[in-house]
């Protein structure tokens, strides 16, 4: 028998070239499929490929694409995102079934690489692990924090920071006209950029620090918000730094959210002036323009509580909510769940399934008038603030705000568009940052309505 002798043959090379390719393709379509056949107690879910698993299911907005894999594989969806086993709840029963029947082995978190940079995350309510330290913070919270008694006392300090917000848009609605229509020599000779000749670019730069302030810096804010319970903090605080990481979440917690569902909510009564036209005159009828809008209003606003509803019916800033991890192997609608394994709850989905809204991709804040269903973690169809244990501890507080900011925008301002902009032609597309925002800042031009 001879040996066949190595070929320079370029077209041989090719042809073994493409053959070599060809059958690692075919090994990998082999074993993408193994990965649920030989895993059958694990929930169903989109086959993956070895190493990188389902990362690339994901895409860049993974609150939507987990939202298109629920049609094809129903309520519980299995991941392996790396190597990273997650589970994602992605229907109003799977919700059920994991808050009301398996809340305790299902409430730790899942902490990845970025965020154990720090040891002091253990400190946190966010990101702590469930145990007794967990539950004190838990407790604070929600007695000396965000207690019904707390939050009345509180409503001043908030009324006067809505006074600030809308005493600084007035103005800046006056101003900002009138700085755009001045002619600027600079823009004409760019050479004198430098100097700012007629200061009007430090004018614009002090108006950005007036915005810093009606938003708060983030620095001496949370002081302002803890006054009154700073010595319980410090009392039941071990670590100076875990005090200043609890009171930095509290307010980022409490910003980011409100920030983002206030965008949004004005995004959509843009968009629908028919339902801005209805909240308006609600607010008219009930408050008038003679006095503020305060939070004892809120009660007798059916249709603004409705509109808030909505709004985080479609656009829930914590899409996924914060990943949770399973304490133990446990038994889901029957299937194994192994402990470790990462959680997502796509609350975005669940707000958006025909299964359990009609025209669920419609702004129709009528559908909850007559309708027992809110956020406060019971409809597992509507879960913008989670549910369980780890449910969000500033739920009472963000329901106040985000109507009084709201209402009181609404009160003050006629709102409109920006000029070429209109319902149809808005970018209403969504990016995920430190919560769901628009990708696109809205831009809307209020008309002062005199109190
Ligand atoms: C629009 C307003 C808000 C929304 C939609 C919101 C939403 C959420 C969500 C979805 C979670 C995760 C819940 C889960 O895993 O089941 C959460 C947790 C949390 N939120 Fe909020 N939140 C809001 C306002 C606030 C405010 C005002 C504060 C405090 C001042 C706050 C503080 C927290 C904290 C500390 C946690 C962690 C709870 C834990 O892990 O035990 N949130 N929030």
Redesign the pocket.
């Known amino acids: 028998m001879g040996i066949i002798p190595p070929t320079t043959d370029p077209v041989m090379v090719y042809a073994a070239f493409c053959l070599a390719v060809a059958t690692f393709v075919l090994l990998l379509i082999r074993n993408r499929s193994k990965v649920t056949s030989s895993t059958s107690r694990l929930p169903p879910g989109p086959p993956g490929w070895p190493i990188i698993g389902n990362i690339l299911d994901l895409g860049m907005a993974p609150h939507a694409s987990l939202a298109k894999l629920q049609t094809k594989y129903g309520p519980l969806i299995w991941l392996r995102l790396g190597f990273v086993n997650t589970l994602v709840i992605s229907s109003a029963e799977g919700a059920l079934e994991m808050f009301k029947n398996h809340d305790n082995t299902f409430c730790n978190?899942y902490l990845n690489e970025a965020l154990k940079i720090c040891e002091n995350y253990n400190g946190?309510?966010?990101?702590?692990p469930y145990g007794p330290y967990?539950r004190m913070l838990?407790r604070i919270?929600t007695t000396e924090?965000?207690s019904r008694k707390r939050i009345l006392d509180t409503a001043p300090l908030r009324r006067r920071c809505v006074d600030k917000l809308i005493a600084w848009i007035s103005k800046e609605a006056k101003e900002t006209v009138e700085l755009a229509a001045r002619p600027n020599i600079a823009d004409f000779f760019p050479t004198l950029r430098p100097i700012d000749p007629q200061g009007l670019k430090k004018k614009m730069e002090n108006k950005m620090l007036e915005v810093l302030e009606v938003v708060g810096n983030g620095k001496d804010e949370p002081t302002k918000i803890s006054d009154t319970n700073l010595n319980i903090f410090i009392l039941v605080s071990t670590q100076t730094l875990n005090y200043v990481f609890y009171m930095h979440?509290?307010?980022m917690?409490?910003t980011e959210?409100?920030n983002?569902?206030v965008e949004w909510a004005m995004t959509e009564l843009l968009t629908n002036p028919t339902t801005m036209k209805k909240v308006r005159d609600e607010i008219t009828q009930v408050v008038g323009h003679k006095r503020s809008f305060e939070e004892s209003d809120i009660d007798n606003l059916p249709y603004l509580r409705a509109v808030i509803k909505e709004t985080?019916r479609l656009h829930?800033?914590?899409p996924l909510?914060?990943p949770?991890s399973v304490i133990k192997d446990t038994e889901l609608m029957g299937y194994i769940i192994p402990q470790g394994t990462q959680v997502f709850?796509n609350?975005w989905g669940l707000g958006r399934d025909p299964a359990s809204w009609d025209a669920p991709l419609a702004f129709k804040p009528e559908r909850f008038l007559d309708s027992t269903v809110d956020y406060r973690?019971q409809n597992f169809e509507f879960?913008?603030?989670?549910?369980?244990?780890?449910?969000?501890?500033?739920?009472p507080?963000?329901?106040q705000?985000?109507h009084l900011v709201l209402g009181s925008l609404i009160q003050s301002f006629e709102w409109s568009l920006e000029d070429g902009v209109t319902p149809e032609t808005l970018d209403k597309s969504d990016k995920m940052g430190m919560s769901l925002r628009k990708a696109f800042l809205l831009k809307a031009v209020p008309k002062p309505v005199c109190l």
């Open positions: 978190r946190t309510i966010t990101l702590g967990w838990r919270c924090l965000f979440e509290l307010f917690g409490a959210t409100t983002s569902t985080l829930p800033p914590i909510l914060v949770r709850v609350v973690g879960l913008p603030f989670g549910a369980g244990r780890r449910i969000c501890p500033g739920l507080l963000g329901n705000m985000l």
